[in-house]
């Protein structure tokens, strides 16, 4: 069984950064891709960006360019830096992870972590 724990949400206004982080407990060994997802009010959790333990990075259109997404394998971490912050950027934001690889299409038999809120204000 894997644990993630997220950390670093926050209020921002628009143009700001923030930095979010997620660290993986229990059977690390077994996680091959780890991502982030937002869900805004009354929206479908979406894909933010993903990364495996290559090194192979997905983004969302919405975020290229703003976002990077960044991996430690020993600590079983993953980093989202989120640059030039939106309005349309503000929903929970939720580490994902899984052997394998994420997807689009979100599944419930991924490890999840509890949600991070991030608001950006205009």
């Known amino acids: 069984q894997v644990q993630l724990v997220e950390s670093g949400g926050g209020l921002v206004q628009a143009g700001g950064s923030l930095r979010l982080s997620c660290a993986a407990s229990?059977?690390?060994?077994?996680?091959?891709?780890m991502g982030w997802y937002r869900q805004a009010p009354g929206k479908q959790r979406e894909l933010v960006a993903s990364?495996?333990?290559?090194?192979?990075?997905n983004y969302a259109d919405s975020v290229k360019g703003r976002f990077t997404i960044s991996r430690d394998n020993a600590k079983n971490t993953v980093y989202l830096q989120m640059n030039t912050l939106k309005p349309e950027d503000t929903a929970v934001y939720y580490c994902?992870?899984?052997?394998?690889?994420?997807?689009?299409?979100?599944?419930?038999?991924?490890?999840w972590g509890q949600g991070t809120q991030v608001t950006v204000s205009s």
């Open positions: 994902a992870a899984t052997r394998g690889r994420l997807t689009l299409v979100v599944s419930p038999f991924w490890y």
């Open positions: 990364i495996t333990n290559s090194g192979s990075t």
């Open positions: 229990g059977s690390g060994s077994s996680i091959d891709s």
